[in-house]
T-cell receptor, first 113, second 110 residues
Framework: SAVISQKPSRDICQRGTSLTIQCQVDSQVTMMFWYRQQPGQSLTLIAT?????????ESGFVIDKFPISRPNLTFSTLTVSNMSPEDSSIYLC??????????FGPGTRLTVT | GQQVMQIPQYQHVQEGEDFTTYCNSS?????IQWYKQRPGGHPVFLIQ???SGEVKKQKRLTFQFGEAKKNSSLHITATQTTDVGTYFCAGEDSNYQLIWGAGTKLIIKP
C-alpha cells in the first residue's frame, strides 16, 4: 500500500482567499483522486488527476474553482479558490492501488470564516 | 446515474453484539470495496469483492457479494471498541472511480 501525506493538515482561511493543498505519495502512481467530505457525510469526488493530462472534474466542480496540478507521478495539488464558508470541509487525496483499491491521505480540514 | 444505497445510517450495539451493514446498487457492479473510517481519520481499505456470490472473511468480519453483483454486506461478529467507526461500501465503475455508499456508523453503547 502507498503512504500518502497531505499539507496542510488543517487551516482556517478568510472568505475570498485561496488555499493550495499538497498531496505527496511515497511511490509512483498513475491515478490520483481528490475528494471532499463534510463531517458525518460520505465522500464526494471532485476530480481525477492523471499525470500528463488535464484533470477530469465531476459534475458540480469546475477548474476555475478547484484547479489541480499533477506535475509528476508522486505529487499533486488542489487549490480551493475564492473561498466561501460553503467550502469548509475535509479534503482528501487518494491514489489507485494495484488491484484498483484506493489509499487515502490523512486529509486537510478547511474552515472558511 | 449509478447509485449505491447503504443502510442503516447508524447502528448502536452493546459491545459483544453483532453488526451488519448492507449496500445495494442500481446497476451491476464490476466489484465492490469496503472501507473503514475511524472518528477523525481517513478511509482505510478493508477488502475488495469481485466474483458473484463471493464471501470473504477477515477475523470477525465477513463480507458478501450478491449473486447478481448488485448487493453486498459486511457483518461483524462480537463487536469490540476497536470496531467503532463508519463503514463505507463503494462500487467501482468502468473508469476506476468509486461510487460511495452513505456509510454506516457503528456506535458502541456505553
Amino acid at each position: 500500500s502507498a503512504v500518502i501525506s497531505q499539507k496542510p493538515s488543517r487551516d482556517i482561511c478568510q472568505r475570498g482567499t485561496s488555499l493550495t493543498i499538497q498531496c505527496q505519495v511515497d511511490s509512483q502512481v498513475t491515478m490520483m483522486f481528490w475528494y471532499r467530505q463534510q463531517p458525518g457525510q460520505s465522500l464526494t469526488l471532485i476530480a481525477t488527476a492523471n499525470q500528463g493530462s488535464e484533470a477530469t472534474y465531476e459534475s458540480g466542480f469546475v477548474i476555475d474553482k478547484f484547479p489541480i496540478s499533477r506535475p509528476n507521478l508522486t505529487f499533486s495539488t488542489l487549490t480551493v479558490s475564492n473561498m466561501s464558508p460553503e467550502d469548509s470541509s475535509i479534503y482528501l487525496c487518494s491514489v489507485l492501488g494495484g488491484t484498483y483499491e484506493q489509499y487515502f491521505g490523512p486529509g486537510t480540514r478547511l474552515t472558511v470564516t | 446515474g449509478q447509485q449505491v444505497m447503504q443502510i442503516p445510517q447508524y447502528q448502536h450495539v452493546q459491545e459483544g453484539e453483532d453488526f451488519t451493514t448492507y449496500c445495494n446498487s442500481s446497476t451491476t457492479l464490476s466489484n465492490i470495496q469496503w472501507y473503514k473510517q475511524r472518528p477523525g481519520g481517513h478511509p482505510v481499505f478493508l477488502i475488495q469483492l469481485v466474483k458473484s456470490g463471493e464471501v470473504k472473511k477477515q477475523k470477525r468480519l465477513t463480507f458478501q457479494f450478491g449473486e447478481a453483483k448488485k448487493n453486498s454486506s459486511l457483518h461483524i461478529t462480537a463487536t469490540q471498541t476497536t470496531d467503532v467507526g463508519t463503514y463505507f461500501c463503494a462500487g467501482e465503475d468502468s473508469n476506476y472511480q468509486l461510487i460511495w455508499g452513505a456509510g454506516t456508523k457503528l456506535i458502541i453503547k456505553p
